[in-house]
């Protein structure tokens, strides 16, 4: 058989496959109701390109966070630890550093030493102990808090003027976060996409027995997804440090980014379960979380009230999927 | 035969704790033969297998791989020396497309980029192969095919690895007519092009139809070997060890049978039409048909999971009208449903707990899980002793049993109520043959106790030897009945619905 006749493919067929395109639906949704609010409420002010970037700004580290979780979560895992490891984080930049532009490289090489330990440690403790990944990482969690909470409880260090370019630069015109961010994201897209790692992730969290029945080193794909996630929390760290100009003890509890970090990625439409999802549909749940943020505040609703209708959201944006797709989501 | 078998396996044995599951087991495959596998559950088929694939080490003996002795360290070793097997579940990858499943774990890439079009073109040519081209797309995702077509990228996945030996295990369970059909075809095909198929099966009708050779194996030995495909009977006896003729109970005899105790007029809905039937006290009623003829969409109405939107039920006399299984299961109805596993067990508790299930739903909220209305712990015990449930305690998970005993603790589970009723679908799906036995007496004993027994089943002998009366269903509706012993050709007729033409 030559290559000539058996080359005749034919073309991939445009199938429109309602779940992989939900989250941009709701991220238009979402838009929408921003415009419209703030059309309604005659605050045109903040429909301009300026806002825009600052409604994204204000996501950055939820988002860099997301980015790691996607990965634990698409190998059937999560991590808990990551809001944790954030306020470790910032604390140890920010105390290495000192104020000193010296100091900068050793301290983010520490961060991300630390935050690679953890990582190795969650995923050794969820594949060698065969521990709940939830349970695993929420003893992390607790570990790293209390250790942290031993030595600080209040702002600590200082960050010098040269390492706030992360969260305060521009480069080209944009605000270096948001460049920063968007980079990480394709970084992630290329990585599950285009190569074999990407594909394991997705074969060991679809099904783990026909991942190790077809030559897959399961464990290795879940250690590497959790590395990565607790990397991403270190890079989170990092540009909290440095939008904080100080380390903090507080943030990540504060920030709420172990669950804000998880529910991002189901609005997203990566399932809990494993085996489904991806990037993109993460920076949309991220978008649609500040923009619901936005909303709120351009309407005015009270703070307690908006964390109610926040959890509301979440709810309902799950129930979308599985009503849609008659799927098994989350 | 002179040509070294592409596959032998010599003297295996393999013990587990307190178990010999294989002692010295044998059998070679030529290229381009079918040999068929056949046995009981518990036989040691999925052990023998499992050696083959390198799952478990043997104790004893050796597996040649063209005449040369080998040793499969892991399932990856095994694929390697070309023998791939197609599980009864599949590993197949539901949210990913036919080409990354076939090329799960050993994608192309190019300069360290997965090379999609290059996969895709070698994905369709092993479809081809086999004449699946035109009907799968290497870019559908997996979970938008039907079975048949999984189970055909299963053998796409073990054709692109070529596989020299290929080891399907019942691959025939989960389809219908026409895909079995479809699937006896391709294994015709694969023999052509050489490949040495190890099929297991306990259906003696595919045995017949596909098989070079045949081995049977019993209690982890080899009972028989056929050089050439024998008669069925003969592969039943040496596969059971006794004949069939006690293989059903007896029918029931005219003064066995009592009163209706239920009855249909007219029922309908979305799925049924014109139903109308009775069931009488003390009968076996068999419903035939093929798949989507209306026979659990029947079943699902009579128990309130679907309800009837038209016509009268009357159960015991009086006018019934459930909306709810719970309305149906207070009234005196019992239901074992087809999936056992998915329907009608919590695998992960006790024995006990499993005949327990619906009598302590029904008993009091706040009472004694020891005890309720219906029945107690020693009389759950006592009920599952009656019915000889072979399980290690009682207090074992149910998921250590086979499929006849945890079809009986369902069985238990509704005796324990007093059903006038009792709705089995498929009761003998994934059971072997002696515990098929076990189900028929069963089902007898509980129609003699004074139940009216529905049994719903595709396995058309099975109908046609257990049920004293068989209505055959098609298109929502009953076409036609049956007595006692009706022929499988006349049943078939009456399914299809070729008897007109045929006329």
Redesign the interface.
Known sequence: ?SDAT??Q??P??VRF?FDRWAPALLLLAAVTIYVVACLATGQTQYLNWNNLLAVLGRSIALGITAIGQTFVILVASIDLSVASLISAVTVVASVIMNGNPAMIVPAIGAALVMGGLVGLINGLIVTRLDVNPLIATLGMSLVIQGCLSAFVSNFAGAVPPEFQFFAYGNLLGFPFAILFFFALALLAFFAL????FG??V??VG??Q????????STEKVIIAAHVICSLCATVAGLYLASRLRSGAPWIGANGVYDLESIAVVVIGGTVLAG??GGIWGTVAGVMIFSLIDSIFNVLGVDAFVKQVLRGIIIVAAVAFYAVRTK?IVA | MTETPVIEMKGIGKRFPGVVALHDVGFACQRGEVHALVGENGAGKSTLIKILSGVYQPDDGDVLVEGKPVRFRHPVDALAAGISVIYQEFSLLPERTVTQNIFLGREITRNWMLDDAAMRVETQRVLDMFGAGSRIDPDALVSELDVASQQMVEIAKALSLNARVLVMDEPTAALNESECRELFEIVDKLRDHGTAVIYITHRMREVTRLADRVTVLKDGEVAARFASVPEPSAIVHAMVGRDIADFYAPFATPDEIGATVLSVQGGGNSALRNIDFELKAGEILGFAGIQGAGRVALAMAMFGARPFDTGTMTLAGETVHFTHPRQAIRAGIGLLPGDRKGEGLTLMQSVRDNGMLTPRAFGSLVGSHKKNGFIDLAGMDALLDRMEVKAASYEQDIKFLSGGNQQKAIVARWLALKPKVLIFIEPTRGIDVNAKAGIYHLMRDLARAGAGIIMISSDLPEVIGAADRILVMREGTIVAAHTAGASETAIMLDATGEQEVAA
């Open positions: 058989m058996v080359g493919v034919k991939a067929p496959r996409r285009f190569t074999r594909s394991n997705y074969a679809g099904n027995d026909a991942a190790r029945f077809a030559g897959i085996g489904r799927r």
